[in-house]
């Protein structure tokens, strides 16, 4: 068990406010660690989330690279190599990118990091049900100082030494769990049709475990919300595994939430459970 | 809970003795019932199954249809239509088809049986594993009957009133459970490649609950060493599935599986595990 000891005082800064770095911010803070963000440029949401959770300023991006012991990268995936860039002469410690983004892009933004000093972390499951204690996995070169941060309350697993060995890894879960919930949400719009959709769910239950139940609702329910978003990324994770193969399920789970995306003519509210999403999708 | 009366002896008939045949036998003995088959017809192996059992027998078919209360019919996929009109005309009691065959076979078997009294059946999970106890899915209009069967120890339930209902369970969840091992297949040998499947195993396994590694391992081994009978089943998936939609994954499960039947020139031993069936299929 490490200790902190006085003298020890991290400072953490954060590119980009908004649910990740909230929760993580909230919970460093509470045990000892100093956080900063600088508001420059982000969105009247983002400063909103800042101020009420009462981090430090800065008033520009340079010092705030300059000044933080572990900086972290978290903003929306389309931002992530361009704030590298604008950080990457500057940052004096680590440089964390966790956002949601595919290997290559992991690579392409810590590239831009001029001192090497670099993490590839990835957040594996909820931020909102499990706040400062996440799971979180990393690698490359800069992991162990990292590490640290564990002593202040995170849940940070090393993963591999490689950059692109936790996003990778990342990646493949959500292939495996987008895949998943194609796979559901067709097999159980068959059932729906008869009319033994509760019996086909019991049944996978019976093997599947006890959480099956209730995840079925909710995977089949984000299927149709995030479609779009979902063929998306889908189209990435082909992009990877096309490496040392020909990904068949990567592909038809690609198409699945595409063809979905397709169907819905405008946004919809979340819908309550999955004979809604049904309804919507095809007895309108 | 109903108790068995004196008087209440059934007769249970088996047409094919394989593993199923074999182990509900066993049980219901155990529990009083009298259980009878024939081995007219029937393989070696069949015969040594029914010998061993201490089954009793009849040396034609046509009596062993007209003394059984439930009459099982547990063969070879190919056979179930045949073994329906074989019997057909001579089934007293009530006709149980407990093969793993599509909803429309059922269908086609089932329309067979003249006095109507018919139950579709499917196991779901492991006759070996669960013994008489193992879980029974049941449908069709004589299942009223067919649960009585509680009463000596097995573990029926009721699913629906249409023949097709169990079956179209089980085929659902097959095609879910078949789509699963592909997709796991398929993610897991990228992270093979890169060194990094233990890490994405265990990262899969921090959402999808405690059995998830136990059974990744067996998943992908039996993926390998039935794939041709897969790919097949999945074809049977397809046709049923069309009905209601264009069904992407299961398209491309068959396809998986297909692909995958296609690289191996010679039958296999059964792999030890994951790693070992990446070696076979890869890098030979």
Redesign the interface.
């Known amino acids: 068990m490490l200790l902190v000891h006085v003298g020890d005082e991290m400072q953490v800064g954060f590119v980009g406010f908004g649910e990740v770095a909230t929760t993580i911010s909230l919970g460093l803070k509470t045990n000892g660690v100093d956080v900063y963000t600088c508001l420059s440029g982000r969105s009247p949401r983002t400063a909103e989330n800042a101020v009420n959770s009462g981090v430090k300023l800065y008033s520009n991006y340079k010092e705030l690279a300059e000044n933080s012991d572990i900086l972290f990268s978290s903003v929306v995936p389309s931002m992530a190599v361009e704030v590298a860039k604008m950080v990457g002469d500057y940052s004096k410690g680590i440089f964390v990118d966790i956002n949601n983004i595919s290997p290559v892009t992991v690579k392409n933004a810590l590239n831009k990091i001029k001192n090497g000093k670099t993490v590839d972390a990835a957040i594996?499951?909820s931020v909102v049900k499990n706040g400062l204690n996440v799971?979180i996995?990393a690698s490359g070169p800069s992991v162990d100082g990292f590490l640290k941060l564990n002593r202040y309350g995170m849940n940070i697993s090393v993963?591999?030494h490689e950059i692109g060995?936790a996003s990778?890894?990342?990646l493949?879960?959500s292939?495996?769990?987008k895949?998943?919930s194609?796979?559901?949400f067709?097999?159980?719009?068959?059932?729906y049709?008869?009319g033994?959709d509760k019996?086909?769910l019991n049944?996978?239950a019976?093997?599947?475990?006890?959480?099956f139940l209730g995840s079925a609702n909710s995977r089949i329910v984000s299927a149709l919300f995030h479609a779009k978003r979902r063929s998306e990324e889908m189209e990435e994770v082909v992009e990877?595994?096309s490496?040392?193969?020909?990904?068949?399920?990567?592909?038809?789970?690609s198409?699945?939430f595409n063809?979905i995306s397709e169907s819905i003519e405008k946004p919809v509210k979340r819908p309550k459970n999955y004979t809604e999403v049904y309804k919507i999708l095809f007895d309108e």
Chains 1, 2 share one sequence.
């Open positions: 594996v499951g799971k996995i993963v591999g060995d990778t890894i990342k493949l879960r292939a495996y769990t895949g998943v194609a796979l559901l067709e097999s159980l719009y068959h059932a049709k008869m033994i019996e086909v049944c996978i019976e093997t599947e475990g006890e959480d990877v595994l490496e040392h193969q020909n990904p068949t399920m990567a592909h038809a789970t198409n699945f063809s």
